[in-house]
Structures are given as C-alpha cells and as structure tokens.
C-alpha cells in the first residue's frame, strides 16, 4: 500500500495562485510515477498533470498547460501542483495519484492503484 495524504487546498480568487502537496508513505520504492486529477461535481474525474518518479517526464492537461507545473522531490517523496492563474473552472476536489505498474506519465486514471481523499479549490469570480 502507498497511502497518500494531500493538502493545500483553498478559496482564492480568480488571477490567484495555490500550490497542493501530496505525501507518499509505505511502500513508495513501488512508484514509477504520480499523478494529480480534478473532479467537479456532476462531472467525471479528470486528468491534470502527471510526472514519472525517476526522469522527471511531465504530461499535463491542455486546458491547465502554461499555469500549472508539477514536481516532486524524491528524498521527501512528496509531489507538488503549483496552480497559477486560475480560474473559476478549476474548482474541484483534486486528488493526487500514485502508479506502480506503468512506466510512464500516464493521464489515464484507469492506470493508477492509489489515490489520496482530496483537496478542495475553490477559485472564485
């Protein structure tokens, strides 16, 4: 198991900036890589940005390329999401994912075994 636990979650206002983490524990040596997704309500969950653990490849949402950037650091086995410029269409719940089967930055939820309970982010108009 890879618990996962997210924070830095919040209100902002639309232009604003958040930056979310997430923390892996257990058996992280598992990881090939990390992902974060949104799900609003009424909607499905959807794929934001991703990042492989060990070269750093990166994939990212078109409609998030150019305001969010994801990292990690490797000796706090921590993922990060800095969230600028946002908009009132990136509230939702985010939940951050981890992958140990497939060695790529994949979007696809379907390809992830783990997932943290979620941050809210509610960007205000």
């Known amino acids: 198991q890879v618990p996962l636990v997210e924070s830095g979650g919040g209100l902002v206002q639309a232009g604003g900036s958040l930056r979310l983490s997430c923390a892996a524990s257990g058996r992280t040596f598992t990881i090939y890589g990390m992902g974060w997704f949104r799900q609003a309500p009424g909607k499905e969950r959807e794929f934001v940005a991703a990042i492989t653990w060990s070269g750093g490849n990166t994939r990212y949402a078109d409609s998030v390329k150019g305001r969010f950037t994801i990292s990690r650091d490797n000796a706090k086995i921590t993922v990060y999401l800095q969230m600028n410029s946002l908009k009132p269409e990136d509230t939702a719940v985010y939940y951050c994912?981890?992958?140990?089967?497939?060695?790529?930055?994949?979007?696809?939820?379907?390809?992830?075994?783990?997932w943290g309970q979620g941050t809210q982010v509610t960007v205000s108009s």
């Open positions: 994912a981890a992958n140990g089967m497939y060695r790529s930055a994949t979007n696809d939820r379907h390809e992830y075994q783990y």
